[in-house]
């Protein structure tokens, strides 16, 4: 099958999408499949055989962070060459409401299209007022997708329709087969995320962290992530500051084993989540996750079975957690099995399987259509048949 997949944000930004539209690529390519990725991208990003550029993004605020997106007449042309030169059996677009490559290739498009909705925001004003100008594009949509429950809300309540509920994946082995490295092991919690991004919720660990050294003194905090190191320990006794380590972008191979090598992976974010893929590759390698008691992330925990929960944006709370976490290693084993075997249900063998039937479903129907017209015509004027 010949398989297009627009991504919306800019491939050399590291983001939850990107990363779940890179490894459906690979899955679906190892699989036997022709894959091509639409995606925004600098000049001088390097970019995987799959991907074609679709020219330099720019930053927009969208869903309470900043995305850098591609939208233009010059982007419009790159959709219409890349969908001619496709010609693909199935078109699939991730946000195909945000402002980016999605919305253009769902206004270019023919043939069936499948669209995922990655997006959680019950309060969205601007989906609501764009909806007129959505419509007509929604409508092309062969089948939708939401990562979660919350992200099939989002879309219901906001234009109508409704989605099959299948979400984000995860090569669950790569994660449980790293190696934990030594210096990163022994009395360490982990963060992974943008620091500089409030909604990810570094400012809330560090808010707690006094309060866990205070129970827990050797305990150290990595962090791996871009933005401003000096600000991000602004807050902290300056005594407090070397408890905390920085380790930049980390490669996904050091990222898997940073989680296999922490006591404890932290997921303090504060909101605008509709999934928490990162949950799920902390569960994968076996990592006990404390995680603010967002929906979609309760959701991916079992409701608190396969990781514990905190009230959001409460650091009292996280360092109540924390603390009685580091001091039991008897609960922690036990987040970590259970969590190693809740994490089997969005291994990519599941989850790609599930995506590949809704593209073979649109396909089939979009063949049937196109029979049944071919039918219809030489009915119509006493063709023969072929």
């Not at 995305?67 to 790159?78: D, E, H, K, P, T």
């Not at 490559?101 to 299209?113: H, M």
């Not at 992530?225 to 905390?244: N, Q």
Request: proline letters at 6%; hydrophobic letters at 45%.
């Amino acid at each position: 099958m010949r398989i297009g997949i627009v991504c919306p944000y800019s491939w050399d930004v590291p983001g939850g999408v990107q990363f779940h539209i890179r490894d459906l690529a690979e899955h679906l390519i190892r699989q036997g499949h022709e894959v091509s990725v639409l995606a925004p991208a600098d000049d001088e990003t390097p970019l995987p055989p799959f991907v074609v550029s679709a020219g330099r993004a720019v930053p927009v605020p969208y869903n309470g962070s900043v995305a850098r997106l591609n939208f233009g007449f010059l982007s419009a042309a790159r959709v219409r060459r890349w969908l001619h030169e496709g010609d693909f059996d199935v078109i699939h677009i991730h946000e195909p409401t945000s402002p980016s490559l999605g919305l253009l290739t769902c206004w270019a498009a023919q043939g069936p299209i499948v669209a995922t909705f990655h997006t959680s925001n019950p309060r969205s004003r601007a989906m609501i007022a764009a909806y007129p100008i959505l419509q007509p594009a929604l409508e092309k949509i062969s089948a939708r997708i939401a990562v979660s429950e919350y992200a099939r809300r989002t879309l219901v309540e906001h234009l109508g329709g409704d989605a099959v509920v299948i979400p984000n994946g995860v090569d669950v082995d790569f994660f449980a087969r790293a190696e934990p490295r030594p210096e990163w092991q022994g009395g360490t919690i982990g963060f992974i995320g943008r620091i500089d991004e409030p909604r990810k919720g570094l400012p809330v660990v560090m808010r707690a962290l006094p309060g866990i050294l205070a129970e827990r003194p050797g305990t150290r905090l990595l962090v791996a992530g871009l933005g401003d190191e000096r600000e991000a320990v602004a807050a902290l006794p300056p005594e407090m500051r070397s408890h905390v380590e920085f380790l930049g972008m980390v490669s996904d191979e050091d990222k898997a084993r940073l989680l296999r090598s922490v006591d404890v992976y932290l997921a303090p974010n504060t909101g605008g989540e509709s999934f928490g893929i990162i949950l799920v590759e902390a569960m994968s390698a076996g990592a006990p996750v404390l995680a603010s008691d967002l929906d979609a992330f309760a959701q991916v925990l079992d409701q608190g079975a396969a990781g514990e929960l905190f009230a959001n944006e409460d650091a009292d709370d996280l360092a109540a957690a924390a603390v009685r976490l580091l001091g039991d290693a008897g609960r922690r084993a036990e987040l970590s099995e259970r969590g190693s075997r809740h994490v089997r249900r969005f291994d990519w063998g599941t989850v790609g399987a599930d995506i590949l039937a809704v593209y073979e479903t649109v396909a089939a129907g979009a063949a049937s259509v196109a029979t049944d017209e071919r039918t219809g015509f030489r009915a119509r004027f006493g063709l023969a048949r072929d």
